[in-house]
C-alpha cells in the first residue's frame, strides 16, 4: 500500500510539473504532502496506542513499607474479602493465607469479626475490644475502617492486649508477639514447673538452646540445656565457649492465696528469664550485670505481672506499672520499703522475708500479706532472690486482683442476700402458721362477743396487731422473692400517675416534686400494686433523707427513659443482661447514701433511721418485689462538680415484655358460707395443731364435716377408709413425712377430679412452678375464719360446675 502511494505521489508531481513548467511548485507540492501523510500516521498512532490505565492497581510494596509496626498488625482486604497487603506482624501472628474476617479464631470470635466486617462496610468502622484466640493466649484490639479512592479496601488493625487478670500461664503467650520482643531485646524466656521441667519456651529459646525455633521442648529439663563455668557462669550449652554469659532471673507464677484453692495445673510454674549480657567471654562480670539491669528494667516495665526490685537492705529500687496499680499507688511512685505498703500487723512478716530472700541463697517463695489500701483482702506477695544485678537483690510479684476481687465482693454480696432471703422466707413462713392461729382465734372468740362487751376491743386489739405482723412477713417474704404476685402487663408512666397523687400528699409542701416521661417506652409485666409500693418506698425515703438534713427543703424527680439492648451493653455492667429496658429513676437532694451504707442498704432490718422510727424492710421490700418481676435495682450517689454527694439516685430496670398481652384471669367473686347450702366433707391435712384446730373450727361452723389429719400418711389412710366419700382435700403443702403435693398425687391417682385446696405461707406462684399439679387452688396464710369457708365453698362451687358441663358434653 505503500508502494501504491508512493506512485501516485510521484505521479502527480511529475504531472504538476509538465502543467506549470516550475520545479518549484513541484516541491511545494511533495512538501505539503508529506507534512499531510506525516499527521495522518501520527494520529493513526495516538489513536492505536493503549491509554494509561489511571485506575491501575497500586504499587502495595511501598504500602507494606510504611504499614510496619512492631506492635500492631495490619491488614488490607478488598470487597471480596480478599487479603491485598500485611504488614510482618500480621504475617508471623496469623500467616499470610490468612485474611480477615477468616483468621484463626473460635466460632464466636468469627462471627464477631463478621459483624464487625459489616459494620465497617456499611458504617465506614467498627471496633471489638478484648477478642480472645484459640488457645486462650492473647486477647486482641481489633478495628476495621473504610478506606481507598472509591473506599472499597478495609484496613484492619490488631493490636495484642496481654492478660493482667493473674499471673497465669495463659497470660504469658512465649510463643507470640510478646517472645519475639523479648527475644529481640535479647531475653529468653521459658515456663517451668516446679521440678524444673520446661512447658513452654519463646522461640528465641528453642533456636539457641536446640538449633530449630520451631522445637517445643516441652517436658525436657530446664537445666539441660544450660552449663556453668568455672566461675559460675551460666551459658546456653549449644553456644559453647563461644557463646556470652546469661543472667538468670527466676519469677514465681504461683498465687494459691489470691485464686483461694489449691494450686491447678497452671500454678506452681515459674518464668525463667535468661537475660543476655551482650559481651563476650572476655568480659568481667560487672560488665555483664549492668547490662542485664539495663534490659530487665526494660523487661519489667513490659510484663503484665506487677513487679518490683529491692536491694538488700529492703528498699524499693524500681516497680513496673502493673506494680503500682495492684498496691494502690499509680501515679504517686513507691515508698522507701515494701513494709510501708502493708497493715501494721504484717510489717514484721514482711520484712523478715524480704531479708531473708535478699541475703540467703537464691530461692523464691511467697507470703500472704494485707495491703494498707485494701486490708479487708489478703494477697499473696511472690518474693525471688536474683543474683548477679548490681545492687536489686530481691524481685517481688504482685498481680493486679482489684477487678477480682470487685468481683468476689459481688458474689460475696449475693450470696449473702440470697442466704438471708432463704432465712427470711422460711421465718415468715412459720411465723404465718403462728398467726393464722392467732388470728383465727380471734375471729371464733368474736364470735362470742358483741361490740361493747368488755373483752370485745382486746380482742380486737390483738387481731389488728396481728395483720399487722402479717404485712411485715409478707414484707419477708416480698424480700425473699416468694410473695403473691399478680403480674400485668403494664405501661411505667401509668403506675406513677396512679401513685403520683399520694406521694405528693405525703411530701408536704417544702419538697418539689418532678416528674418527666421518655417517649416510646415499652410495656413491663408486673403487679402494678406492689409496683406502686416500690414506687412509695423510693419516694418516703427520699423525702426522710432531705428533712434530715435541716432545712426540710429540696427536690424529688422521678424520671421513667427506654434503654436499648446495645446501650445496656455500653454500660459494661457484669450484673444486667443484654436486653431492652423500661428504666424508673427516683432521685433526690437530700446529701447522698454514706460508702460504708451502699452494700447493706437492700439487706432486711437494716436501717439509718431512729429507734422505733423504722423497720428496715422499706428498701429489702422493694429489692424483692423488682427481682420477683424480673428487673434490677441499684443505688448511688448524685455528685457535684467537686465529686461531693450531693443526693441519691435509685434505678429499677424492668424488661420489656415482648410477648403478646395475655388475658386477665377470671377470678370468681368471693363467696360466703351461707351461699353454699350443699355442704360437703373435706379432708383437712395439716401438721401444725393450733393451725389444724383453726381451720376444723372454722369450716365446722360453715357447715362441713370435717375430717382432720396431723400428716399426709394419715390423709392417705382416710382416703382408703371403706365407705369415705370426700368433696375436697384441704391440705398443708410443707409436711414432715409425707408433703401435701405428694399426698394429693397419691389421691389424684384413685381420685382425679378430686378438688384440691392448699394452704401456704410460700408464693402462689413458687408453689405452682414447683408442685405443677393441675387443677389446684391455693389460699394464703394467714386467713380469716370466713375466708377459709368461703374458699372452700367457691372452689366445691367450681367444681360442681365443671362436673355439670362434662356431663352435658357427654350427653
Known sequence: MLMMLAGGILASTMVLFFATASWLVALVFVLAVAVLLGSVLVFDRMRAAPVEDLSASPDWTVTVAAIENDGEAIAITDRANRLVCANGFFIDSFGSAAAPPALPFEREGLEALARLARNAWREGAGAIEALAAPDGGIEWDISASRAGRSEDHLV???????????????????SGPFGKMLSRAGIETAITTADGVIRAVSAGFAERASGDERATLAGQDFVSFLRIDERERIFFAREGRGG???????????????QGAQPGPDEATSLMLLIDSGVGIGSGWDGASQAGVAQLDALLGQLPLGLAMTDRDGRFLFGNEAFLRAVGREGRGLPAFPTDLVVREDKAALSDAVRRHGRGPTTSGDVAVRLANSPE???????????????AAVLLSLADSSQENQLRRQVAQATKMQAVGQLAGGVAHDFNNVLTAIIGTCDLMLLRHIPGDSDYDDIQQIRANSNRAASLTRQLLAFSRQQTLRPEVIQLPDVVSEVSPLIKRLLGEKITYYVQHDRNLGPVRADPQQLEQVIMNLAVNARDAIQSRGSGSGRISLYTRHLHATEVVQLGSEVLPAADYTVLIVQDTGG??????????????????????????GLSTAYGIVKQSGGFIFADNITDKQGHPVGARFTVYLPVHRGEVPKKRDIPAPLVSSEWSAGGKVLLVEDEDMVRAVAERALVRAGYEVRACASGEEGLAAIAEPGAAFDIVVSDVVMPGMDGPAMVRAIRAQLPAMPVLFMSGYAEEQLRRDIDIPDMHFIPKPFSVAAIGDKVGAVLRQARADQTEVEAAGR
Open 244 to 258: 556470652t554469659p546469661q543472667t538468670l532471673v527466676d519469677v514465681p507464677l504461683i498465687d494459691p492465696a489470691i
Open 592 to 617: 447522698g447514701i454514706p460508702p460504708h451504707v451502699l452494700p447493706k442498704l437492700f439487706e432486711p432490718f437494716f436501717t439509718t433511721k431512729e429507734q422505733g422510727k423504722g423497720t428496715g424492710l
Open 377 to 391: 483482702e489478703p494477697v499473696s506477695l511472690g518474693l525471688a532472690g536474683v543474683r548477679g544485678l548490681g545492687e
Open 156 to 174: 484492619w488493625r490488631l493490636r495484642p492486649v496481654p492478660r493482667v487478670a493473674g499471673a497465669s500461664l495463659g497470660a504469658l503467650d512465649l
